[in-house]
């Protein structure tokens, strides 16, 4: 069984920050590529950034220079630092790592977090 679990959601004011984190747990051989996307009430779910094991990112133009994706190898752990939050940011983050679990190995599968809501207003 293998578990992500998401933290550090919450409301801010714009310009504010927020830091996400996503941890993954459970019978993991590997993990390869982590990262987060976003949904927006009535809008289609969009990548916001990924990272591979060698810390190779890829963020999306829209959070480009605002937002920072990291991860722990260590700890199985994904990170998105959020700064200078517009209210279009506003959407539920969810959290996923392609990996090779006990069950699964050595086929590449990936497992989604539950989601954080992160809402920008004033």
């Known amino acids: 069984q293998v578990q992500l679990v998401e933290s550090g959601g919450g409301s801010v004011q714009p310009g504010g920050s927020l830091t996400l984190s996503c941890a993954a747990s459970?019978?993991?051989?590997?993990?390869?590529?982590m990262g987060w996307y976003r949904q927006a009430p009535g809008k289609q779910r969009e990548l916001v950034a990924h990272?591979?094991?060698?810390?190779?990112?890829t963020i999306a133009d829209a959070v480009k220079g605002r937002f920072t994706i990291s991860r722990d190898n260590a700890k199985n752990t994904v990170y998105l630092q959020m700064n200078s939050l517009k209210p279009e940011d506003t959407a539920v983050y969810s959290c996923?790592?392609?990996?090779?679990?006990?069950?699964?190995?050595?086929?590449?599968?990936?497992?989604w977090g539950q989601g954080t809501q992160v809402t920008v207003s004033s």
């Open positions: 996923y790592a392609e990996l090779r679990s006990r069950r699964s190995w050595p086929a590449l599968t990936n497992y």
């Open positions: 459970g019978s993991i051989v590997s993990i390869d590529t």
């Open positions: 990272i591979t094991t060698g810390a190779t990112s």
